[in-house]
């Protein structure tokens, strides 16, 4: 199959997302409109607000991915829209739209997963990567440590027990006084303070090297705050961001290197708005010199949600067959692998 163009859209949480991409590794356009000021009123998503700036968004949003593209939606090939995981109203935005561009323009519609939109982000850049390699996602809201094995075939071999990384930075930003979202900001403060300066815990699950745990080390941030209250001591925003963020970059690398050792894959990836974090990336970048592996990232701005991660994704959903039917539903709960 030769020159395949997908228009692509996602809308799972906070951003409405439209791309053109061809065979799935060639971005034409990439529109991604951001609510984030909008829920940053409130601390967080608010999942109704979220739902109306879709449908207020998405039909201009996809215009705009055509128009820049310079392609019309004859031109397309097919149209994949991400169906879960995330929040309902947010994805049904975009689903029933995906379905009716598809009924209209009579193209196939394919169904993408989100976490593997998310992985896919790395074929984007890195032209010559190819299954089988060990990916890291961490995202607001899931971290996974997957073996990708081929195109749409993955083993999950290790998953967040309670909060997904990006939760427990957002969580902690706000306690810090950062406000949302967090990630970015921690990322940023974290360049003036002392990541030694506070012992966070490195929280390990008893029966799986791969798993995580973050809310352990949220509490102990919030009890550090309290304490700090409690006998008058002034906080240092900068050594607390520093310290959290060191124990979340500590436990994400070994964890990583551990997957990596055990499969004996020399491929390591990551994925997800938190693989944005430039402090991960050098740990990780320096973890995987030491272990004689190549590292792979993509972009910052194809880390976050986009909507260019879904067409690459949806493009090799296409190559495999995998048409969705006009009765696609939205399913918040969507585990990766599984259709
Ligand atoms: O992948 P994403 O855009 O949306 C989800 O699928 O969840 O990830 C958003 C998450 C948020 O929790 C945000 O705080 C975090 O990614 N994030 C970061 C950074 N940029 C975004 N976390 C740490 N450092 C960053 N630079
Ligand atoms: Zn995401």
Redesign the pocket.
């Known amino acids: 199959m030769t020159n395949k163009l997908i228009l692509a859209i996602e809308s799972?949480?906070d951003?409405t997302a439209a791309a053109v991409v061809r065979n799935g590794r060639e971005v034409l356009s990439n529109i991604i409109s951001s609510q984030i000021d909008l829920h940053t009123l409130y601390g967080g998503v608010v999942p109704e607000i979220a739902s109306r700036k879709h449908t207020e968004k998405v039909n201009q949003v996809t215009a705009e991915a055509l128009k820049a593209a310079g392609v019309t939606l004859e031109d397309v090939d097919a149209i994949a829209v991400t169906y879960g995981p995330?929040l309902v109203g947010a994805l049904l935005v975009g689903v029933s739209f995906a379905k009716a561009l598809a009924w209209a323009a009579h193209k196939p519609l394919i169904g993408v997963n989100?976490i593997e939109g998310?992985i896919s982000a790395n074929y984007i850049e890195n032209k010559e990567l190819e299954p089988p390699f060990v990916c890291l996602v961490?995202?607001?809201?899931?971290s996974h440590l997957v073996k990708v094995m081929d195109y749409g075939k993955y083993e999950v071999l290790g998953r967040t027990r309670d909060d997904?990384?990006?939760?427990a930075?957002?969580k902690v930003?706000r306690a810090i006084g950062l406000g949302y979202?967090?990630?970015?900001k921690?990322?940023k403060v974290s360049n003036e303070g002392n990541p030694l300066a506070i012992e966070f815990p490195r929280a390990k699950v008893a029966d799986s090297v791969y798993d995580f745990s973050f809310s352990g080390l949220k509490s102990a941030v919030l009890n550090y705050l309290n304490t700090c209250e409690m006998k008058g001591e002034t906080v240092i925003q900068a050594d607390v961001a520093a310290s959290f963020q060191k124990a979340v970059v500590d436990v994400l690398v070994d964890h990583s290197m551990t997957a990596v050792r055990e499969s004996g894959m020399n491929r390591f990836a990551i994925a997800?708005?938190?693989a944005?974090?430039?402090h991960?990336r050098a740990a990780l970048e320096e973890a995987c010199r030491k272990e004689g592996i190549s590292f792979y990232r993509p972009s910052?701005i194809l880390?976050?949600?986009n909507a260019a991660m879904i067409g690459a994704a949806g493009y090799y959903e296409l190559l495999s067959g995998a048409e969705s039917s006009l009765s696609l539903n939205a399913i918040p709960a969507l585990k990766l692998g599984e259709r």
């Open positions: 799972s949480c951003e995330g989100h998310h961490v995202s607001g809201g899931h997904a990384a990006g939760e930075f957002d930003a979202p967090g990630g970015p921690i990322d997800g708005g938190v944005s974090n430039s991960l910052p880390c976050t949600d």
